[in-house]
């Protein structure tokens, strides 16, 4: 229970501004899904100047990509867009991890340590870091290639539907297994032989990826 409490933190930290937005979104309506998007990261903004908690790329990137393809949503007439938005949205998430990866920090170790965890610098948990912001990336293409299929093979509002249960729950599940399952994914990587090889016994991996 305390690692599931972990996991919604960390996803109202960071995922807050979508979260908020699919929740409006699919009970009042575009316009207030909008309105109350800018309301949370206005407000989180200012929270996280106050306590001195820093703004992740993560938390930038969520934030940006709610404010943009949102408006597009709000001005869009076109059922090419209506179709579509979802997947060129994650796509363009899958990039922007795919971009995080590289680089001194991957960003999913950035948000690890912003949480507090003790992070060992080493070529093998930086290693392992990169991957499982691959990892993330990965998720994203093949949700943008599902909502894809979805719109090509089903009514429109089915997918629409369709894509809001499999979407909410896959980002959930990813958001889980991240938080409670770190330790577990780091040592199955090394036994994969998928991280460099240590030239010393290296400190514990963190706890979480995320």
Not at 85 to 96: I, K, P, S, Y
């Amino acid at each position: 229970m305390p690692k599931l409490v972990a996991a919604a933190r960390w996803a109202l930290a960071e995922f807050g501004p979508l979260i908020v937005f699919w929740a409006l979104a699919l009970t009042v309506g575009v316009k207030p899904a909008i309105a109350g998007s800018v309301l949370f990261i206005v407000g989180d903004a200012a929270w996280r100047w106050r306590t001195g908690k820093a703004f992740t790329r993560l938390y930038l990137l969520v934030s940006a990509l709610t404010l943009v393809f949102g408006g597009i949503d709000l001005v869009s007439t076109s059922p090419f867009m209506l179709k579509y938005e979802a997947a060129v949205t994650n796509v363009a998430t899958g990039l922007a991890f795919v971009g995080g990866a590289m680089g001194r920090k991957p960003i999913i170790q950035e948000v690890a340590e912003e949480r507090g965890e003790t992070i060992p610098a080493s070529r093998e948990t930086r290693a392992f870091f990169r991957l499982f912001t691959l990892v993330w990336a990965a998720y994203f293409f093949v949700k943008a290639a599902f909502y894809v299929w979805a719109v090509w093979t089903l009514p429109m509002l089915e997918a629409m539907a369709l894509r809001s249960v499999v979407g909410s729950v896959s980002l959930g599940l990813m958001i889980v297994v991240s938080v409670t399952q770190g330790r577990r994914l780091f040592f199955l990587c090394r036994r994969l032989r998928l991280l460099p090889t240590a030239a010393a016994p290296s400190a514990p991996p963190p706890t979480s990826v995320s």
